[in-house]
């Protein structure tokens, strides 16, 4: 198992935390860093501030949104970045939701999984430099009716193959992802319930070895994983460690996306916080966003995060690699800098002292 660390979205006021955290990863020798975008900073333009002042680990978007984005404008962003960073760029992609999606991007939020096939097919052409044609039912490559013409990127990729990996929450996405890509991004990852969601990544991973592609075996499991390091163990100060977490995982499970579409929280019920997922939103969006952070179960936050002492993560640590993570993204919410940064170094200690690193 390998650790990674997730900066989440840029231009908070953490940024130059957020930089100093990529250096430090570097410098333990984490295997990547991730930045995301939602409908602040881009994810492309903090990937290249990073790569360009951090000299090993690879950079990773997680994600790239699909509805922004044509796939030849991401294949070329991709292609720059990965010629930028000497080879250490990772695509993440995700179709975001649907508020985002018509809201911002203004381009409808329908049929998710055909777009998402259709949109990675033409990207895996472009960086392949093959000429682009596609005929389908969201992309016709050339126009037929115009002057355009098929064209072929001109920037090389360092890599034949770069790597291309899907954040995927519902059943028929984890499968699709299983099948088109080289690694899943998840959130709300728990040990205990894995299983419900790498077998859709297995089915979709049989489907892809059927037709003479690789196995399971080299597909990438990346959780984004939130980690606060603190207290003895006691029942209070496990609680105390998480209570920031608790804040983040309403915004989810209450706030990101409608009441009818909302992937977290269809998650959080599937995991059997049914009556809890249903509080948690009725507050969330009646904006009681305290009362709502104050209605996650402890038990959620815990089984989906590591908290506690340093001994209580490293024994947590093998059921990680039980169910099938390749890659922890650490997410850091330890407070100031300094606490941040400590969390890495523990982080890096107790995946050495568990003997599961790479």
């Known amino acids: 198992m390998r650790l990674a660390v997730n900066l989440g979205y840029w231009g908070g006021g953490n940024d130059r935390d957020n930089l100093a955290l990529a250096q430090e990863a570097d410098r333990l020798g984490f295997d990547s860093v991730w930045a995301a975008e939602a409908y602040g900073s881009d994810a492309a333009t903090v990937l290249a501030w990073v790569a360009a002042q951090t000299q090993r680990i690879d950079v990773g978007s997680a994600v790239f949104q699909i509805p922004a984005r044509t796939p030849a404008m991401t294949a070329m962003t991709a292609a720059t970045l990965d010629s930028l960073s000497g080879g250490r760029f990772r695509l993440g992609l995700g179709v975001s939701g649907p508020q985002?999606?018509?809201?911002?991007?203004?381009?409808?939020?329908?049929?998710?999984?055909?777009?998402?096939?259709?949109?990675?097919?033409?990207?895996?052409?472009?960086?392949?430099?093959?000429?682009?044609?596609?005929?389908?039912?969201?992309?016709?490559?050339?126009?037929?009716?115009?002057?355009?013409?098929?064209?072929?990127?001109?920037?090389?990729?360092?890599?034949?193959?770069?790597?291309?990996?899907?954040?995927?929450?519902?059943?028929?996405n984890l499968e699709l992802a299983g099948e088109i890509a080289d690694g899943w991004l998840a959130i709300f990852f728990a040990p205990e319930h894995a299983a419900e969601s790498t077998d859709h990544i297995k089915a979709g991973r049989a489907k892809r070895a059927a037709r003479g592609g690789d196995g399971l075996e080299l597909f990438d499991v990346v959780p984004t994983v939130p980690v606060v390091i603190g207290g003895d163990g006691s029942p209070?100060?496990?609680?105390?460690?998480?209570?920031?977490?608790?804040?983040?995982?309403?915004?989810?499970?209450?706030?990101?996306?409608?009441?009818?579409?909302?992937?977290?929280?269809?998650?959080?019920?599937?995991m059997g916080y049914e009556e809890a997922a249903a509080t948690v939103q009725d507050l969330y969006l009646a904006r009681?966003?305290?009362?709502?952070?104050?209605?996650?179960?402890?038990?959620?936050?815990?089984?989906?995060?590591l908290i506690g002492p340093k001994e209580r993560i490293r024994d947590r640590l093998p059921a990680y690699a039980e169910a099938g993570v390749t890659t922890l993204a650490v997410a850091s919410y330890g407070g100031p800098l300094e606490e941040r940064v400590a969390t890495l170094r523990t982080m890096a200690e107790v995946l050495d002292e568990s003997g599961l690193g790479e």
């Open 236 to 270: 209070d100060q496990l609680k105390a460690c998480a209570e920031p977490l608790s804040h983040y995982a309403a915004l989810y499970v209450g706030g990101m996306g409608s009441r009818e579409q909302n992937f977290y929280n269809k998650l959080a019920v599937r």
């Open 100 to 172: 985002v999606s018509e809201g911002w991007h203004g381009v409808r939020f329908d049929k998710p999984l055909g777009r998402t096939r259709e949109y990675v097919e033409i990207v895996r052409m472009a960086l392949a430099r093959e000429t682009v044609r596609h005929e389908g039912a969201h992309w016709t490559l050339p126009l037929p009716d115009g002057p355009g013409k098929a064209l072929r990127l001109t920037v090389h990729p360092v890599r034949e193959h770069l790597p291309l990996y899907l954040a995927a929450v519902g059943p028929k």
């Open 288 to 305: 009681k966003h305290r009362e709502a952070a104050e209605a996650v179960p402890f038990e959620f936050i815990d089984r989906t995060s």
